[in-house]
């Protein structure tokens, strides 16, 4: 079993920063895929970015050269960084982990789930 808890949410205006964490618990955190997705209002979740354990990374491509997936095996924390930031990065964040080596997460292959921490961004 693993859990998840998000960390680092909040408000920020258009073109301004934010890191996300989520810290995992659990001993076997390096042997899996973490994630992150996002979900606005009215929307469905969707994906966002992924890093293995050996950091392969995969992004969605709204976010790509703009937010940056990274992990700390010894910390068992995956991060978020998110620079530019635009109102449609106003979501519900929810960090992801999947046993495995596939960064190629989906929403059904899914392990395990954060709770989900709000990112709003002002225009």
């Known amino acids: 079993q693993v859990q998840l808890a998000e960390s680092g949410g909040g408000l920020v205006q258009a073109g301004g920063s934010l890191r996300l964490s989520c810290a995992a618990s659990?001993?076997?955190?390096?042997?899996?895929?973490m994630g992150w997705f996002r979900q606005a209002p009215g929307k469905e979740r969707e994906f966002v970015a992924a890093?293995?354990?050996?950091?392969?990374?995969n992004y969605a491509d709204s976010v790509k050269a703009r937010f940056t997936i990274s992990r700390d095996n010894t910390k068992n924390t995956a991060y978020l960084q998110m620079n530019s930031l635009k109102p449609e990065d106003t979501a519900v964040y929810f960090c992801?982990?999947?046993?495995?080596?596939?960064?190629?997460?989906?929403?059904?292959?899914?392990?395990?789930w954060g709770q989900g921490t709000q990112v709003t961004v002002s225009s």
């Open positions: 992801a982990a999947r046993k495995g080596l596939s960064t190629d997460l989906t929403e059904s292959n899914v392990d395990y």
């Open positions: 659990g001993r076997t955190f390096s042997t899996y895929v």
């Open positions: 890093i293995s354990w050996i950091s392969n990374t």
